[in-house]
């Protein structure tokens, strides 16, 4: 499996404290089955974590892979950011301030829960006019989506890919963000399902019991797409491969 959202670089933002919660989570991804994992620090978060590609950003993954790779633990870390959009991102992104999905035109954007849908809608396409393609992280999460997710799929249709977090998949963030999530795997609409893995003792990047969930619910073709084949081009900067539509047509319902 390759996860693409997660925050294992040490003493970046709120997720790995230091080299032992990395090396942690590290071995824990390994062992639920994950090859290749992608370090997402927040980054453009006011008041909290700017991150910005420097020095300093630098400095924290080669740790992270240097140590990863001296305990013989056999996982590929790429670098990355989970960017929080504000109005000033096509800037930071010119200036070459944002780090995109393996340096590939992928680039994972998160939202505020509250944000306005047309502000999103807006700055997902000034990001696409810049040639990037955005991977919206847990839309399932955000309020606006989870009240119309509706919105979510004029996202897909406009070409922006969107990421499930696995923790909403299981209930760990709310029956909203668990139907909605549900809803998005189910209709074919997600590119991916990543752990936004934060600590080795919660929110883990152990995917292996949310792949099953999804396996055992949407059948083994689903779960493969969504854990290994979507993920693993997108960390490749590849295409994704086409997909055989859902193709019911109704109202959005409560997954059960």
Not at 15 to 32: E, I, K, N, P, Q
Request: proline share 7%; hydrophobic share 40%.
């Amino acid at each position: 499996m390759t996860d693409l959202h997660t925050h294992i670089l040490p003493g970046l933002d709120d997720g790995a404290r230091d080299l032992y919660d990395t090396l942690a989570m590290a071995d824990l991804a390994v062992r639920s089955g994950t090859t290749d994992l992608i370090a997402t620090p927040h980054c453009n978060l006011p008041y909290l974590y700017e991150n910005y590609y420097n020095g300093a950003y630098q400095d924290a993954f080669e740790a992270a892979a240097r140590a990863i790779e001296e305990e013989g633990i056999p996982l590929r870390l790429w670098p990355g950011m989970e960017v929080y959009c504000t109005a000033d991102l096509p800037r930071l992104i010119e200036e070459g301030l944002v780090v995109p999905l393996n340096g590939s035109r992928y680039l994972l954007m998160e939202f505020d829960f509250g944000e306005d849908p047309a502000f999103a809608a807006r700055m997902l396409g000034e990001v696409q006019a810049l040639g990037l393609t955005p991977v919206v992280a847990h839309p399932e999460r955000y309020e606006f989506v989870q009240q119309s997710p509706a919105v979510a799929a004029r996202w897909q249709a406009a070409g922006c890919l969107l990421q499930v977090n696995k923790g909403s998949l299981l209930g760990r963030f709310g029956p909203q963000a668990q139907n909605t999530a549900w809803q998005l795997v189910r209709r074919r609409m997600a590119a991916a399902v990543a752990s936004d893995a934060h600590r080795p003792d919660r929110r883990t990047p152990w995917l292996a019991e949310a792949y099953e969930a999804v396996a055992e619910r949407l059948g083994q073709a689903d779960a493969r797409f969504l854990f290994e084949i979507g993920p693993g081009a997108i960390c490749r900067g590849q295409a994704l491969p086409p997909r055989q539509p859902y193709k019911e047509d109704r109202q959005w319902e409560s997954y059960d």
